[in-house]
């Protein structure tokens, strides 16, 4: 899974990135942003990430900003937005963006796992219904009379 966690708040995407190496096998997989012009950036460039952990507060475009501009070059099943502030006075501008979440710092650890092994989950379990997809039989010809008169 291939994370994205876009806050200026240096001490809070440390803290957020420990949490989710609790559940991620791919350190690697997390990348941190300052600004959300640097994460638009990358995205604009071909990077695709599945989750978003995606400040409000920020310097330049604001978080909200940011999600509407994801929201236009991402499809929505493929990106799971995620909104963090302090404050919770934002919410209802985020209900537009369909975000999957909106948490408040300090973060609640047990609760971002939870939901993150949720998505893992889901991931996996949709993944195995894929696979296990069968494809359609191919038209049965029509009905033939059985001989014909002569």
Do not use: W
């Amino acid at each position: 899974m291939k994370i994205a966690i876009c806050d200026d708040d240096n001490g809070a995407c440390e803290e957020l990135r420990k949490i989710l190496e609790n559940i991620s096998t791919e350190k690697d997989m997390i990348h941190i942003y300052n600004a959300g012009e640097e994460l638009l950036g990358d995205i604009s460039n071909g990077y695709i990430y599945d989750v978003v952990y995606l400040d409000i507060e920020l310097p330049g475009l604001n978080g909200v900003e940011v999600g509407q501009v994801l929201r236009e070059q991402v499809k929505k099943q493929h990106l799971d937005l995620i909104f963090i502030s302090q404050k919770s006075s934002y919410c209802e501008q985020l209900f537009d963006l369909e975000p999957r979440r909106f948490y408040r710092k300090p973060f609640d650890k047990e609760r971002i796992i939870k939901d993150l092994e949720e998505r893992v989950y889901f991931d996996i379990l949709f993944l195995d219904i894929e696979m296990k997809k069968i494809a359609p039989h191919p038209p049965s010809p029509p009905p033939t009379c059985g001989s014909s008169l002569i």
